[in-house]
């Protein structure tokens, strides 16, 4: 499909979206997001985590971690989460709500998790070998094997909510239903 008719198939926040990645790429730090979760005692934890696309052709926002986070462990009793993500650049935050599907080597997705850690960077790999002898990393690095406690977390918006902070803001909810994307302006 020519990219010009799947931007025309995205829901609206995932354009504008679109368009804040593209204008923020000369910045590391414009896929930096701030997620909240519940831990298990079910107070809030907050951290910062990379955004790593979507998966193709859904809605489905990427990131990793390593099951031995406490943020494993609080999403497998809460799964709800709310991720915080500020474009400096055009002074936008998105807020986006919804619920939080792990992959780890339990799951029956492991193509996914497979192309995921193929993704990474050398660096970013090598996080997760830190209990690990450097040169046993070099090793396992090289023959690419995926570490037991890799986990992908796959986030299902259910709700974003934007904000534009230019000269006149801009408040904009869109909220799934029934698999359909329902979008209200907000007036202060
Ligand atoms: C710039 C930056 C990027 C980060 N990216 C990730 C990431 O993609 N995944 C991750 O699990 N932790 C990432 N971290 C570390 C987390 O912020 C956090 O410290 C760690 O995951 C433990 O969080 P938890 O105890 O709430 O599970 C990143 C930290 C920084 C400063």
Redesign the pocket.
């Known amino acids: 499909m020519p990219k010009s008719d799947m931007a025309s198939l995205l829901s609206s926040w995932r354009q504008r979206l679109a368009r804040s990645l593209h204008l923020g790429r000369s910045k590391p730090h414009a896929r930096?997001v701030q997620l909240a979760s519940l831990g298990e005692d079910g107070r809030v934890?907050n951290?910062?985590?990379?955004f790593r696309g979507f998966v193709h052709n859904t809605d489905q926002i990427i990131?990793?971690?390593?099951t031995r986070?406490?943020?494993?462990i609080g999403l497998q009793q809460h799964p709800q989460v709310e991720l915080c993500w500020y474009f400096e650049k055009t002074r936008e935050q998105y807020r986006v709500n919804g619920e939080v599907l792990t992959v780890t080597s339990e799951s029956l997705d492991a193509p996914l998790r497979k192309q995921v850690w193929h993704s990474l960077s050398v660096s970013a790999r090598e996080q997760f070998y830190w209990y690990l002898d450097k040169t046993d990393v070099d090793g396992i690095v090289a023959k690419s094997l995926i570490p037991e406690t890799f986990c992908v977390l796959l986030l299902q918006p259910l709700r974003v909510d934007y904000l534009y902070l230019g000269e006149t803001h801009q408040r904009t909810i869109s909220q799934l239903s029934h698999n359909t994307w329902q979008e209200k302006p907000i007036n202060p």
Do not use: E, H
């Open positions: 930096f934890q951290r910062t985590v990379v990131m990793i971690t390593d986070s406490d943020k494993y």
